[in-house]
């Protein structure tokens, strides 16, 4: 059993910056991709950005492509998410999913699909404030 627990979110003014972090408790290591997918009030889940199983290929949305970056470190079983020249619209709270499959194959769905999710964390708030 995999458990994931983010952190590092919290409020932040428009234009600044947070990094998120998501531990993972169980080995993954390179077994699997890791994504990050937010959700707004009143909002559906949106993808973040996603990073293959060896930590060699990512994947942003055109909403944060060049404001995010994807990281892991499978010696420390953690997935990071840097965001940078944050907007108010990024108000969201924040998750981390282990993928059930290829990179790709499950970022091609749009919204997420909680079935290509293996395992999902709890979530961290990230509030952008003018």
């Known amino acids: 059993q995999v458990q994931l627990v983010e952190s590092g979110g919290g409020s932040v003014q428009a234009g600044g910056s947070l990094k998120l972090s998501c531990a993972a408790s169980?080995?993954?290591?390179?077994?699997?991709?890791m994504g990050w997918y937010r959700q707004a009030p009143g909002k559906g889940l949106e993808w973040v950005g996603a990073?293959?199983?060896?930590?060699?290929?990512?994947y942003y949305p055109d909403s944060v492509k060049g404001r995010v970056t994807v990281s892991r470190d499978n010696a420390k079983n953690t997935l990071y998410l840097q965001m940078n020249s944050l907007r108010t619209e990024d108000t969201a709270v924040y998750y981390c999913?282990?993928?059930?499959?290829?990179?790709?194959?499950?970022?091609?769905?749009?919204?997420?699909?909680?079935?290509?999710?293996?395992?999902r964390g709890q979530g961290t708030q990230v509030t952008v404030s003018s």
């Open positions: 990073i293959n199983n060896l930590g060699t290929s990512t």
């Open positions: 999913a282990t993928l059930a499959k290829p990179m790709m194959a499950v970022v091609r769905s749009v919204p997420p699909r909680e079935a290509d999710l293996s395992y």
């Open positions: 169980g080995y993954i290591g390179s077994n699997c991709g």
